[in-house]
């Protein structure tokens, strides 16, 4: 069945025990990877990773693997990230056999209106499709009211949309700044709070002075002399975890659009599909980090980043020297490649 955009909330929070395929596709991969958490919160889940192609060379593995027991206890939700056509016979006996224990999440991407796979999911009561595009205005400030709710933030307009903003519309980030907050001002679903911009401003959810996203993308596409260039002129009361966090939002996007493509996808396919999810001015820069770094790449930065953002958290050293040290050996990374 396709689910629309003022039922989609409540189909992932308040799962029904007979779906048993949730497909969410659409050019905008963190929303539709937000929705799935959700619903793994929803079941109290963890997540099992099962890769698409274990279920292209044997379509039995997923009705097999949703249909375990989980060995340590507790519910588990299946999830297939990145997921195309090459899953359909899978689906297909998932939807066909005896009811599973455990429901499957597979994250698409775009796929086109003839797409199998999109077919299978929609024309199937025991299956739920929906495509995500990414927020813009109005709607992304009421996204972020309403993944506040779920922490307990009450968020009005501008607030909503100063945070929208500074998280590039990305569900997925707004949702980790969010958590962060209700737990600075001490909110839960149980006590609901105001959240003001006194609160992001005390924990620096936002960017700074200037195009900080830049620096990130300096770094994935090589360009090290314009990098030292631009940090040298940082201004001394610019915070390093904003940056680290616009470079977490590039490789978010990246990493699923490159595995894409090391699937056999082209990179004008790869790259038209993210068509509303990225500024036309970040187009050419795109492209050349898709053609630059691969899959495995791309997870040893984002790694490498998630340690940035520990210890520029908890550790007292001057964030602008390590972020500045980490950005420029991406670069140079980047150059290599």
Known sequence: MKAGKQSIGRTVDQPDANVRFYLLHGPDDAQSRALGERLV????ASRFLLPGGTVKSDPAALADEAGAMSLFGGARVIWIEP????IVPGVEA???GPAPVSPV???AGSLRKTSALLKLAEGSKSATAYASYAPEGADAARMVSDVGRRYGLKIEGAVAARVAASCGNDQALVAQELQKLALYIDASPQSPKALDHDDLDAVGAELVEGD???LADLALTGDVRTLADELSQLPHAAQGIPIVRALQRRLLML????ARMERGESADAVMTSLGRALFWKDKNAVARMLSTWDARGLATVAERTGRLEQE???SDAPEQAALGEELLAIARAARRR
Do not use: M, S, Y
């Open 105 to 107: 999440v597979a994250i």
């Open 83 to 86: 997921a195309g056509e090459e």
């Open 94 to 96: 998932l939807l066909e």
């Open 41 to 44: 919160q929803a079941l109290g």
């Open 212 to 214: 900080l996203p830049r």
């Open 255 to 258: 990493a699923p659009a490159r």
């Open 312 to 314: 520029l958290l908890f």
